[in-house]
């Protein structure tokens, strides 16, 4: 059984107003964290760790491969602002949270544990789901295997459709490197091949996200997204489905028109919004067009 366990005491939670609306530097990242109410609930040998912020109806955010709950830094305070509260786990074998198995596993073993980590925290109220690229597996699975549990599900970026650009993604090694400058310069590297379209050499934030969520990815031999686990999903998915997709995301660059008929394959599919600019990771890339689809798509009126 998954029960919420005391962690040492944080600063009060911040009100929304008080939430960073912007976050452009780690100070805004860390200021975010501290405002969390966190919950560590037993998982294998450890613990899966969930943040939650404000007050009202749950909505469930799932974040990317090599990735954690920064994944979604430039989302949550709008949504706690439109009246959300808003549920981000580290999945199991990411950030803070341990592994679900010995290796680390994949998307096909997370539903289980999610579930119920959802009833520890919410009992059996519905949800909603918004996943991001590794996380739209986990939360079509979810909603496929607990179908009450999900109310609506909004998919960013989702693998494994069916549909796949014509160039291979390759990415710059960086393991091998020394942490510093050369390492920091791979790793910059593979943000602009895979995660953002237009990468602003300004911005320090997403490097220090994306380096601090590579070396605490403990599922790195998955293989689902390479599969068409989503194509054979979404069809049993019964909820309303959204896809919200960077217009440039690396994915799917030359095939954004089979998105959508990808998507209808699902029963009750509602549309897709493709924001232009965007690349992959476009809930950071481009935060404020991202935010208002959501909010469409959830139905909620941004302050």
Not at 96 to 120: C, K
């Amino acid at each position: 059984m998954f029960l919420p366990l005391p962690l040492p005491p944080d600063p009060l939670p911040m009100s929304a107003t008080a939430l960073p609306q912007v976050v452009h530097t780690l100070a805004d990242v860390v200021a975010l964290d501290h405002a969390a109410r966190r919950h560590a609930l037993p998982l294998a040998d450890g613990h899966m760790v969930w943040r939650c912020w404000g007050q009202g109806e749950p909505v469930v955010l799932l974040h990317g491969g090599s990735g954690s709950w920064t994944h979604w830094v430039r989302t949550i305070a709008p949504l706690v602002a439109a009246g959300r509260q808003v549920w981000v786990p580290d999945l199991p074998g990411f950030g803070e949270s341990a592994a679900v198995v010995p290796g680390g596993g994949d998307a096909d073993r997370l539903p289980e544990p999610m579930q119920a980590a959802l009833t520890a925290l919410l009992g059996d109220a519905p949800v909603d789901v918004v996943g991001f690229s590794f996380g739209t597996m986990v939360g079509a699975l979810l909603a496929e295997r607990w179908p009450r549990r999900v109310r609506r599900l909004v998919l960013t970026g989702a693998p494994a459709l069916g549909v796949r650009g014509p160039n291979p993604i390759e990415l710059r090694p960086w393991a091998p490197l020394p942490e510093g400058p050369e390492r920091d310069a791979a790793l910059r590297e593979n943000l602009a091949i895979l995660m953002l379209a237009h990468p602003d050499p300004e911005d320090r934030l997403a490097l220090e996200l994306h380096r601090a969520n590579l070396v605490r990815d403990r599922m790195r031999l998955r293989r689902l997204a390479r599969t068409d686990i989503m194509q054979r999903t979404l069809p049993r998915v019964a909820c309303p489905l959204f896809g919200i997709w960077g217009d440039e995301d690396v994915l799917h660059r030359g095939v954004q028109a089979q998105l959508a008929p990808a998507l209808a394959i699902a029963p009750d599919f509602r549309g897709l919004v493709r924001i232009p600019g965007a690349g992959h990771w476009a809930q950071y890339e481009k935060a404020e067009a991202y935010v208002m689809a959501l909010a469409a798509a959830l139905g909620q009126t941004l302050p």
